[in-house]
């Protein structure tokens, strides 16, 4: 379609840990006056900001394409927008950012999330540098010709620190938890959570690994492929249809 609105650059991240319940991924619930999967639940994301390509000289690890690299920081600082995650460390130092640093950085969120600072502020200011080398290119989707708001959104998978705690942000994700892939495949199936067809294909991808490592491995082994789903009219009704070598379970689900 011609007339299609361009898909908008965004990015979207797994935040995952080990548990007792074996792996677990993060997950918001989005406001219901959001305009985009209201009420549903999520991985922490969104739209790529102005400036965001700005801080290479911030990242460690950044791709070399400044769109990639506007990609990565996005799925960052959303991350920290959203859940109180930062994946970041003191300039010159090769650890993670603590805990108790961490809470230091806590009113920065509101105004990162409004657009009152940019992020290359929040950096300099705290001498801080982004950790884009523990990122991992997961899944790339974008929304279909026919939807009125398109985002071309790349997802990542990311260790969580074991100290950060994680917690919405009670603006744009009203709810959070911690969850395995089974069981919010199951709350999807119950009618528990509200799940949107790419979400739910990326859980089912992940019900495939047993740990963090396991799913970090089985991302950097796989070619990600763009996935834009198409309609196919057929006699017995549309299907839903995603490309076959995208490596999810189904290519095709009927509407």
């Known amino acids: 379609m011609s007339d299609a609105p361009t898909p ?10 080990d548990s007792p319940n074996g792996l677990e991924v993060f997950m918001v619930v989005r406001h219901h006056q959001i305009d985009f999967a209201s009420g549903a639940l999520v991985f922490p994301g969104g739209k790529v900001a102005s400036g965001d390509d700005a801080v290479r000289n911030r990242c460690i690890g950044a791709h070399k394409s400044d769109a990639q690299l506007a990609l990565q920081v996005g799925a960052i600082r959303e991350a920290f927008e959203e859940c109180g995650i930062l994946l970041a460390r003191e300039k010159d130092s090769d ?6 640093r961490l ?8 105004p990162l999330a409004k657009g009152k600072l940019a ?7 705290e001498n801080l540098t982004l950790a884009c080398d523990l990122l991992h290119h997961y899944a790339h989707w ?7 708001k398109r985002f071309d959104t790349h997802f ?3 260790k969580a620190p074991s100290d950060h705690i994680a917690i919405h942000d009670g603006h744009e994700s009203v709810d959070s938890i911690w969850i395995t892939a089974k069981a919010a495949l199951e709350g999807a199936k119950t009618k528990k959570y509200t799940i949107i067809f790419p979400t739910r294909m990326n859980i089912e991808m992940l019900e495939e690994s047993t740990s963090v490592e396991d799913a970090i491995s089985n991302a950097n082994a796989r070619q990600v492929v763009p996935v834009l789903p198409k309609i196919d009219a057929r006699e017995d009704g549309n299907y839903l249809c995603i490309p076959k070598n995208a490596g999810y379970r189904i290519f095709e689900e009927k509407m």
């Open 95 to 100: 650890e993670l950012i603590n805990g108790q």
């Open 156 to 158: 990542y998978l990311a």
């Open 8 to 17: 908008i650059p965004a990015a979207t991240i797994l935040m995952l840990r």
């Open 119 to 125: 992020i290359g502020e929040f950096l300099e200011k």
């Open 103 to 110: 809470q230091s950085l806590e009113h920065y969120r509101d």
């Open 142 to 148: 974008i929304t279909p010709d026919m939807m009125p």
